[in-house]
């Protein structure tokens, strides 16, 4: 199964609002409300924001926000801030025997 | 409070077997539903999921790398090893192990990674 599809870079102004996409297939993405997202600071442990597409674990703010609309999840930040400043992951629980597919990852610079 | 840290060499030649450890703390492999997974990342690559331990030492693995991967636990140490066997060049990567409770389908907590190298 092939990697999901994620824009190399976003970038936005504090305050603002920025989505990044992550693109998979019918056997993913597509078939199951099973899209997660990590955070990820370099160096760091990556720490998951969006779970079952739109779930936030206890203690990740609300700013941050999933949704899917057929092969595309997307993760939403709104009223960024210099610390969301990370790189950002998709994955995708299948059915298949690869169980998780993940995407390339996102860098987000805030401006 | 849940954490993860992988261990191992940073360089490792060709052909060689490498040998990762991933120790945790703050739950126990023994519990019902509890996994260990392995995930890798090469420079400037997809993350990739490599293996999967579960508390009834149920193993899953990638299947373009089953026949080179093993995965065991040690539950009295709290430690899960993965081992890969014949590694090449492309087998560079940043290597993640996670915590995972079935049937959830993500991984709640990551250990920070170990960057391999695998060069002669």
């Known amino acids: 199964q092939s990697a999901l599809t994620q824009p190399a870079s976003v970038s936005g102004s504090p305050g603002l609002s920025i989505t990044i996409s992550c693109t998979g297939t019918?056997?993913?993405?597509?078939?199951?409300?099973?899209v997660s997202w990590y955070q990820h600071f370099p160096g760091k442990a990556p720490q998951l924001m969006i779970y079952d597409v739109s779930n936030r674990p206890s203690g990740v703010s609300n700013r941050f926000s999933g949704s899917k609309s057929g092969n595309t999840a997307s993760l939403t930040i709104s009223g960024l801030q210099a610390e969301d400043e990370a790189d950002y992951y998709c994955?995708?629980?299948?059915?298949?025997?690869?169980?998780?597919?993940f995407g390339g990852g996102t860098k987000l610079t805030v401006l | 409070q849940i954490t993860l840290k992988e261990s191992g060499p940073t360089l490792v030649k060709p052909t060689q077997t490498l040998t990762l450890t991933c120790t945790f703390s703050g739950f126990s492999l023994s519990t019902s539903g509890v996994g260990v997974g392995w995930i890798r990342q090469p420079p400037g690559k997809a993350l990739e999921w490599l293996a999967l331990?579960?508390?009834?030492?149920?193993?899953r693995y990638s299947p373009s790398l089953k026949s080179r991967l093993t995965t065991t636990k040690d539950t009295s140490k709290n430690q899960v090893v993965l081992t890969m066997t014949n590694v090449d060049p492309v087998d560079t990567a940043t290597y993640y192990c996670?915590?995972?409770?079935?049937?959830?389908?993500?991984?709640?907590?990551w250990g920070q990674g170990t960057l391999v190298t695998v060069s002669s």
């Open positions: 331990i579960y508390w009834d030492d149920d193993k």
């Open positions: 994955s995708s629980y299948t059915s298949s025997s690869t169980l998780w597919v």
């Open positions: 019918s056997s993913d993405v597509g078939g199951y409300n099973y």
């Open positions: 996670a915590h995972r409770i079935h049937p959830r389908t993500y991984f709640d907590h």
